[in-house]
Nanobody, 119 residues
Framework: QVQFVESGGGLVQPGGSLRLSCAAS????????IGWFRQAPGKEREGVAC????????NYAASLKDRFTISLDTVNGTIYLDMRDLDAEDTAVYYC????????????WGQGTQVTVSS
């Protein structure tokens, strides 16, 4: 069974840090474009960061690149998003995504994990 399971969200105080994880099972991440997205209340889903299937190349939303880090454990097929200096504007549901670079209809989303930044 193909699954993309997220974990690590929660409530954090302003200025705090969180690590999100997304584990792929039932498929490998080879030849997939991999990334994190988020959707805040009342807003459209936006891209946060992406990483190549080798883990060697990363790209970030310009406003987040100094505080967020995406990484990939190619052995375990797990994607991470490390977030620091969080503020209320980072409150959102965060989703991981993998889309095959050739068979683009082969796309998977994580179930979403809530991140709430509040004192």
């Amino acid at each position: 069974q193909v699954q993309f399971v997220e974990s690590g969200g929660g409530l954090v105080q302003p200025g705090g840090s969180l690590r999100l994880s997304c584990a792929a099972s039932g498929f490998t991440l080879d030849y997939y474009a991999i990334g994190w997205f988020r959707q805040a209340p009342g807003k459209e889903r936006e891209g946060v960061a992406c990483i190549s299937d080798s883990g060697g190349n990363t790209n970030y939303a310009a406003s987040l690149k100094d505080r967020f880090t995406i990484s990939l454990d190619t052995v375990n097929g797990t994607i991470y998003l490390d977030m620091r200096d969080l503020d209320a504007e980072d409150t959102a549901v965060y989703y991981c995504n993998a889309r095959h670079q050739i068979v683009t209809s082969r796309e998977y989303w994580g179930q979403g994990t809530q991140v709430t930044v509040s004192s």
